[in-house]
């Protein structure tokens, strides 16, 4: 291992125990006991990140994920004045979107990996894979493990995280415990993989899927995934089923489509139960409890319902009257309500819109041109940002179905709600090639170009 | 031995003229007779952003392709596979390995060419008693009548694209790309928009937007749904 990761590694446990005594200024004890000098660690973080000299105003965008990605590229394509600063905590992107295809082999994990260096290279931005950690909006300072950073504008787009308090899950060790073993694979690729591997060598008895309340991440994804399982579990010819609890009264989106595939090729692998909203979990039976029943299962993929980034909450964003943890936005600006330097984008935006990658980047192109703008002292007409998803339901070769939707304010119900849909649920090889072209396309748009 | 010399020897004149041999070019003409039903087929890989019906949306995201001049459309999906018309989210779909050979491009473009527009796609802010749909006319008829005909016909022969029916925000945004070099169109086009003020080419694309779809061209409402694919 190279020096470079290790000294990476160094800094992200040591930014850890800065975020605890920022969060928490009494408690010093590190992990081997000793006491740390807080101000010391302080001190590093803010010392300024090393940046070249800034030019023209400077956009940073916490999250290189679709929004931030966009967003990035983007504002220097509209603006080649401003200076933009992307930053993750991660090293590479690995795509979420079609990890289901790769889950049943539809795709190599090539396809779906590509790199923040490239990106930044291609299209005239700086990246800097760096942990956001505190956020001092008077001085318009991002607090970051490679040091502080000052902004003009800064971009919130840090995507979700789990909350599994609202599937009954209180304790801490159980919440490590699920994360670990029957991972929800919505947020990052390691888990993806375990759950992929979970599949590959599934022999037999109940495999547990589930599906959130709420507006969770990709709305099609968990009915998809139990349809990419089951492809995977034919071909390996195991004896088993997957039984798919749904917390929602019936299939949330594609509805027809998902049930015919699952009765037309799936009939005897996907048991599906709708209106199971998980109450409890009890790890060690293996036994999940919703309101009506209880499930005894032998693996599982728990997908429990998510927030916004927690990384909003220890900014003091996070609006406390928000069952997501979302921040108070501007519906048709982003900008915090009281901070028009402060925008929220991607999955952890407060807009009822679905949480999929095909509305963050077109929302993202739009919010650039927001941004640009303001600071132009201009103004630019609202746009909708349009979700489109392709969903895989039948494998070698691959067939899918999609949908893609706007949005439009209904001033009735004083919220936005879905304008003009277009449903596809006629399954095609030509549609099941367009999905994968939709992502490369995207990935051209976000890396290369 | 000799054949190898007199080989060697036509080698040496081909390099010595090599100048004269790039110059020239070849060209191979292609014939296809178009199958709709293949057409109908390829078109799903479309379907799902340019809408079953081909009508884009309002919001000027997706051109209105429905009803398009054959060889302009054709022109469009070259440049995007040859790189000479940027656009990365397109560039995949236009691929062989995606959308298929030249006879599967001639197919698909024969069934959106075919396809009835939107009677009621989005139009400018001025209407048709307003001044400024006034003013859009006159500098519409002086810069670019001479292609794109009085009544936003376009001509196919010399690729030059129907305007009448398209979005008002696509024709505004693809204007802003030209006039800010991001995207490469015929050096007169290129000329024409370069010479108009900002408000001029807005005042055109308003009155381009209020041209008459031809009755023929229309789907029946705006509710017709392109049963092919529901
Ligand atoms: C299995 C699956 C299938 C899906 N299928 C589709 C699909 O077919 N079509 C579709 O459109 N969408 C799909 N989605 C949804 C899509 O992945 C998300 O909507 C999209 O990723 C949201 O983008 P984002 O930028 O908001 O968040 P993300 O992509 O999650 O990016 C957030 C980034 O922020 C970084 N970050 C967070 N906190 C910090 C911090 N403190 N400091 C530094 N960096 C930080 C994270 O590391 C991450 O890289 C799917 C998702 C999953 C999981």
């Given at each position: 291992?190279?020096?470079?990761?290790?000294?990476?590694?160094?800094?992200?446990?040591?930014?850890?125990?800065?975020?605890?005594?920022?969060?928490?200024?009494?408690?010093?004890?590190?992990?081997?006991?000793?006491?740390?000098?807080?101000?010391?660690?302080?001190?590093?973080?803010?010392?300024?990140?090393?940046?070249?000299?800034?030019?023209g105003?400077?956009?940073?965008?916490?999250?290189?994920?679709?929004?931030?990605?966009?967003?990035?590229?983007?504002?220097?394509?509209?603006?080649?004045?401003?200076?933009?600063?992307?930053?993750?905590?991660?090293?590479q992107?690995?795509?979420?979107?079609?990890?289901?295809?790769?889950?049943?082999?539809?795709?190599?994990?090539?396809?779906?990996?590509?790199?923040?260096?490239?990106?930044?290279?291609?299209?005239?931005?700086?990246?800097?894979?760096?942990?956001?950690?505190?956020?001092?909006?008077?001085?318009?300072?991002?607090?970051?493990?490679?040091?502080?950073?000052?902004?003009?504008?800064?971009?919130?787009?840090?995507?979700?995280?789990?909350?599994?308090?609202?599937?009954?899950?209180?304790?801490?060790?159980?919440?490590?415990?699920?994360?670990?073993?029957y991972?929800?694979?919505?947020?990052s690729?390691?888990?993806?993989?375990?759950?992929?591997?979970?599949?590959?060598?599934f022999?037999?008895?109940?495999?547990?899927?589930?599906?959130?309340?709420?507006?969770?991440?990709?709305?099609?994804?968990?009915?998809?995934?139990?349809?990419?399982?089951?492809?995977?579990?034919?071909?390996?010819?195991?004896?088993?089923?997957?039984?798919?609890?749904?917390?929602?009264?019936?299939?949330?989106?594609?509805?027809?489509?998902?049930?015919?595939?699952?009765?037309?090729?799936?009939?005897?692998?996907?048991?599906?139960?709708?209106?199971?909203?998980?109450t409890?979990?009890?790890?060690?039976?293996?036994?999940?409890?919703?309101?009506?029943?209880?499930?005894?299962?032998d693996?599982?993929?728990?997908?429990?319902?998510?927030?916004?980034?927690?990384?909003l909450?220890?900014?003091?964003?996070?609006?406390?009257?928000?069952?997501?943890?979302?921040?108070?936005?501007?519906?048709?600006k982003?900008?915090?309500?009281?901070?028009?330097?402060?925008?929220?984008?991607?999955?952890?935006?407060?807009?009822?819109?679905?949480?999929?990658?095909?509305t963050?980047?077109?929302?993202?192109?739009?919010?650039?041109?927001?941004?640009?703008?303001?600071?132009?002292?201009?103004?630019?007409?609202?746009?909708?940002?349009?979700?489109?998803?392709?969903?895989?339901?039948?494998?070698?070769?691959?067939?899918?179905?999609?949908?893609?939707?706007?949005?439009?304010?209904?001033?009735?119900?004083?919220?936005?709600?879905?304008?003009?849909?277009?449903?596809?649920?006629?399954?095609?090889?030509?549609?099941?090639?367009?999905?994968?072209?939709?992502?490369?396309?995207?990935?051209?748009?976000?890396?290369?170009? | 031995?000799?054949?190898?010399?007199?080989?060697?020897?036509?080698?040496?004149?081909?390099?010595?003229?090599?100048?004269?041999?790039?110059?020239?070019?070849?060209?191979?003409?292609?014939?296809?007779?178009?199958?709709l039903?293949n057409?109908?087929?390829?078109?799903?890989?479309?379907?799902?952003?340019?809408?079953?019906?081909?009508?884009?949306?309002?919001?000027?995201?997706?051109?209105?392709?429905?009803?398009?001049?054959?060889?302009?459309?054709?022109?469009?999906?070259?440049?995007?596979?040859?790189?000479?018309r940027?656009?990365?989210?397109?560039?995949?779909?236009?691929?062989v390995?995606?959308?298929?050979s030249?006879?599967?491009?001639?197919?698909?473009?024969?069934y959106?060419?075919?396809?009835?527009?939107?009677?009621?796609?989005?139009?400018?802010?001025?209407?048709?008693?307003?001044?400024?749909y006034?003013q859009?006319?006159?500098?519409?008829?002086?810069?670019?009548?001479?292609?794109?005909e009085?009544d936003?016909?376009?001509?196919?022969?010399?690729?030059?694209?129907k305007?009448y029916?398209?979005?008002?925000?696509?024709?505004?945004?693809?204007?802003?790309l030209?006039r800010?070099?991001?995207?490469?169109?015929?050096?007169?086009?290129?000329?024409?928009?370069?010479?108009?003020?900002?408000?001029?080419?807005?005042?055109?694309?308003?009155?381009?937007?209020?041209?008459?779809?031809?009755?023929?061209?229309?789907?029946?409402?705006?509710?017709?749904?392109?049963?092919?694919?529901?």
């Amino acid at each position: 291992m190279s020096q470079k990761i290790n000294r990476r590694k160094f800094l992200q446990s040591s930014a850890a125990l800065a975020a605890a005594s920022v969060a928490a200024p009494g408690s010093q004890a590190s992990e081997s006991g000793k006491t740390v000098e807080a101000p010391a660690i302080g001190r590093h973080f803010s010392s300024p990140a090393p940046l070249p000299a800034q030019k023209g105003p400077r956009v940073v965008i916490v999250g290189a994920g679709w929004s931030g990605l966009t967003m990035a590229k983007y504002l220097k394509k509209f603006a080649s004045d401003f200076d933009v600063v992307l930053l993750d905590r991660k090293e590479q992107f690995v795509s979420c979107p079609i990890s289901n295809a790769w889950i049943a082999n539809q795709v190599d994990l090539e396809f779906l990996t590509h790199s923040y260096v490239d990106a930044a290279k291609n299209n005239g931005y700086l990246f800097i894979s760096a942990m956001a950690i505190d956020l001092d909006r008077a001085g318009k300072t991002l607090y970051t493990t490679e040091g502080a950073i000052t902004y003009d504008y800064l971009v919130m787009a840090p995507g979700i995280d789990y909350d599994y308090a609202r599937i009954g899950v209180e304790d801490p060790e159980v919440e490590q415990q699920l994360r670990m073993h029957y991972p929800a694979g919505f947020n990052s690729a390691s888990e993806v993989m375990a759950i992929k591997h979970k599949i590959e060598n599934f022999d037999g008895g109940t495999l547990l899927m589930t599906v959130p309340t709420g507006n969770y991440r990709c709305m099609a994804a968990p009915y998809e995934r139990a349809c990419m399982a089951a492809a995977v579990m034919k071909q390996r010819r195991v004896k088993g089923k997957i039984l798919l609890l749904d917390g929602n009264n019936g299939i949330r989106i594609k509805a027809d489509g998902f049930r015919r595939a699952f009765s037309e090729y799936y009939a005897d692998i996907i048991e599906y139960e709708s209106s199971a909203e998980i109450t409890d979990i009890h790890l060690e039976d293996r036994e999940i409890e919703t309101e009506f029943d209880n499930y005894q299962f032998d693996d599982a993929v728990i997908y429990p319902p998510i927030r916004a980034s927690r990384v909003l909450e220890n900014f003091r964003l996070a609006d406390p009257a928000s069952p997501q943890k979302e921040a108070a936005i501007d519906p048709y600006k982003y900008h915090l309500l009281d901070d028009e330097h402060v925008y929220v984008t991607g999955d952890s935006r407060s807009q009822p819109f679905s949480k999929s990658g095909n509305t963050a980047h077109s929302e993202a192109k739009y919010v650039a041109e927001v941004i640009i703008a303001h600071a132009r002292g201009e103004e630019i007409a609202w746009r909708s940002p349009q979700t489109m998803c392709f969903s895989g339901v039948k494998t070698d070769p691959l067939e899918s179905m999609s949908i893609i939707a706007f949005y439009k304010f209904d001033e009735m119900e004083k919220s936005f709600a879905f304008d003009r849909v277009h449903l596809m649920e006629k399954w095609s090889q030509r549609s099941g090639q367009a999905g994968l072209a939709w992502a490369e396309g995207m990935f051209r748009d976000m890396f290369y170009s | 031995m000799w054949l190898f010399q007199w080989s060697a020897v036509l080698l040496t004149t081909a390099l010595l003229s090599h100048s004269v041999i790039a110059a020239e070019t070849m060209t191979i003409e292609l014939t296809f007779t178009p199958d709709l039903n293949n057409g109908r087929h390829v078109y799903e890989t479309c379907a799902a952003c340019h809408l079953p019906e081909g009508w884009g949306s309002s919001d000027g995201a997706y051109p209105q392709i429905a009803g398009q001049h054959p060889y302009v459309l054709l022109k469009q999906l070259l440049d995007i596979r040859d790189g000479h018309r940027e656009n990365s989210i397109m560039y995949p779909f236009v691929q062989v390995r995606t959308i298929g050979s030249y006879q599967s491009l001639i197919d698909v473009v024969t069934y959106i060419t075919r396809m009835p527009m939107h009677p009621r796609h989005k139009q400018g802010p001025y209407n048709d008693f307003s001044d400024e749909y006034r003013q859009g006319k006159q500098l519409y008829q002086q810069y670019c009548a001479s292609c794109h005909e009085d009544d936003g016909r376009g001509k196919d022969e010399a690729r030059i694209p129907k305007l009448y029916g398209q979005h008002y925000p696509y024709v505004m945004r693809q204007v802003g790309l030209i006039r800010k070099g991001l995207r490469d169109v015929d050096p007169v086009m290129k000329g024409i928009v370069d010479q108009l003020s900002r408000e001029e080419l807005e005042l055109i694309v308003n009155y381009v937007s209020w041209l008459e779809i031809p009755e023929g061209e229309k789907a029946p409402s705006a509710g017709w749904r392109n049963t092919d694919f529901y």
